[in-house]
């Protein structure tokens, strides 16, 4: 069997930075991915982009599928706990959804102090609204979950913390729906943090997007991968947190602290990503979606849009 450093380089050639399905409508391109209308069905497509601060930095061989297998992973582990958006997958790379009306809003359900709220901890702002203890430290647990929502920003800006009386305020959702949205998005949170505590992960903070679909609340976009989420190794967590050090982290975090360690935060041109590091994130991303998952992950070598391309097609015409 081909290791996944070979897979890496055979895979050079065929990272997938972008598509273009002309047999499909209304392309929408997200920072990673893209979608596309069908017959019946609405269709995202988890491309190698990789983004961090709302800026697209380049691609990874395999970030696709790992994303969208995680995805269906969680989507089918939650989908008797709260309805989603997912058909099915016919494709690696590839989700068939419903189509809803998204909500104007992002959920992010924290229970440390990690990430951008250790940033605004750090510099005295609340964290959407929400004011926690003085004294507190990096990566330190909170004393309770929390819910801090933001707005969805438009391509190229970046997304807004809010509060909850703000949203509520600017009738961004009715405060029934978002009521609903919280109970979701925490009933979600506290059933992913028990599954992955089996395999000896702490689920740190996730984001959640949700939708209406026939007056109905359902989950959309993705879940609790390694875009949305922060996973972190448990049982060096607590060593590591008393003597100062990071945690062992399975996301994308350490990208966000290279970016950081060169002076980048979102604003102007980011520093490229070389090759090497390129390969050792793919290596990270896989290994990530074996932990999190305990399935093995078997990277698909090859064209992967003539493939997304066939199997979109076949999907259709079986679909119609």
């Given at each position: 069997?081909?290791?996944?450093?070979?897979?890496?380089?055979?895979?050079?050639?065929?990272v997938?930075?972008?598509t273009?399905?002309g047999f499909?409508?209304?392309?929408y391109?997200?920072?990673v991915?893209?979608?596309?209308?069908?017959k019946?069905l609405r269709?995202?497509?988890?491309?190698d982009?990789?983004?961090?601060?709302?800026?697209?930095?380049?691609?990874?061989?395999?970030?696709g599928?790992v994303?969208?297998?995680l995805?269906?992973?969680?989507?089918d582990?939650?989908?008797n706990?709260v309805?989603?958006?997912?058909?099915?997958?016919?494709d690696?790379?590839?989700?068939?959804?419903?189509?809803?009306?998204?909500?104007?809003?992002?959920?992010?359900?924290?229970?440390?102090?990690?990430?951008?709220?250790?940033?605004?901890y750090?510099?005295?702002?609340?964290?959407?609204?929400?004011?926690?203890?003085?004294?507190?430290?990096?990566?330190?647990?909170?004393?309770q979950?929390?819910?801090?929502p933001?707005?969805?920003?438009?391509?190229?800006?970046?997304?807004?913390?809010?509060?909850?009386?703000?949203?509520?305020e600017?009738?961004?959702?009715s405060?029934?729906?978002?009521?609903e949205?919280?109970?979701?998005?925490?009933k979600?949170?506290?059933f992913?943090?028990?599954?992955?505590?089996?395999?000896?992960?702490?689920?740190?903070?996730?984001k959640?997007?949700?939708g209406l679909?026939?007056?109905?609340?359902v989950?959309?976009?993705e879940i609790?991968?390694?875009?949305?989420?922060r996973?972190?190794?448990?049982?060096?967590?607590?060593?590591?947190f008393h003597?100062?050090q990071?945690?062992?982290?399975?996301?994308?975090?350490?990208?966000?602290?290279?970016?950081?360690?060169?002076?980048?935060?979102?604003?102007?041109?980011?520093?490229?990503?070389?090759?090497?590091?390129?390969?050792?994130?793919s290596?990270?991303?896989?290994?990530?979606?074996?932990?999190?998952?305990?399935?093995?992950f078997?990277?698909?070598v090859?064209?992967?849009?003539?493939?997304?391309?066939?199997?979109i097609?076949?999907?259709?015409?079986?679909?119609?």
């Amino acid at each position: 069997m081909q290791s996944k450093e070979d897979a890496i380089k055979a895979q050079g050639q065929y990272v997938l930075r972008n598509t273009n399905l002309g047999f499909l409508e209304d392309r929408y391109e997200g920072k990673v991915r893209d979608t596309y209308r069908g017959k019946k069905l609405r269709y995202l497509i988890t491309t190698d982009r990789i983004s961090c601060f709302d800026v697209v930095l380049g691609a990874v061989p395999f970030k696709g599928q790992v994303l969208n297998q995680l995805a269906e992973f969680w989507f089918d582990k939650t989908a008797n706990l709260v309805e989603n958006h997912v058909v099915a997958c016919p494709d690696p790379n590839v989700m068939a959804v419903r189509e809803v009306e998204i909500l104007p809003i992002e959920v992010v359900v924290r229970a440390y102090l990690a990430g951008s709220a250790w940033r605004d901890y750090e510099a005295g702002r609340p964290i959407s609204g929400i004011t926690l203890p003085k004294g507190m430290r990096k990566h330190q647990r909170l004393e309770q979950v929390v819910v801090t929502p933001s707005t969805k920003a438009e391509r190229g800006l970046h997304d807004e913390p809010i509060s909850e009386s703000a949203l509520l305020e600017r009738e961004l959702v009715s405060p029934e729906i978002w009521e609903e949205v919280k109970e979701k998005a925490l009933k979600l949170f506290s059933f992913a943090t028990e599954e992955v505590a089996s395999r000896g992960l702490l689920l740190v903070d996730t984001k959640y997007e949700f939708g209406l679909l026939d007056g109905k609340v359902v989950l959309a976009d993705e879940i609790h991968t390694l875009d949305s989420s922060r996973y972190w190794v448990e049982d060096s967590y607590s060593e590591r947190f008393h003597s100062g050090q990071d945690p062992q982290m399975l996301d994308k975090e350490p990208v966000r602290q290279w970016l950081i360690a060169r002076g980048f935060m979102g604003q102007g041109e980011p520093p490229a990503l070389p090759e090497e590091y390129i390969s050792e994130l793919s290596l990270h991303y896989m290994s990530a979606f074996e932990k999190i998952s305990g399935q093995s992950f078997l990277p698909i070598v090859g064209d992967s849009e003539s493939r997304i391309a066939n199997n979109i097609r076949e999907f259709e015409e079986a679909f119609s």
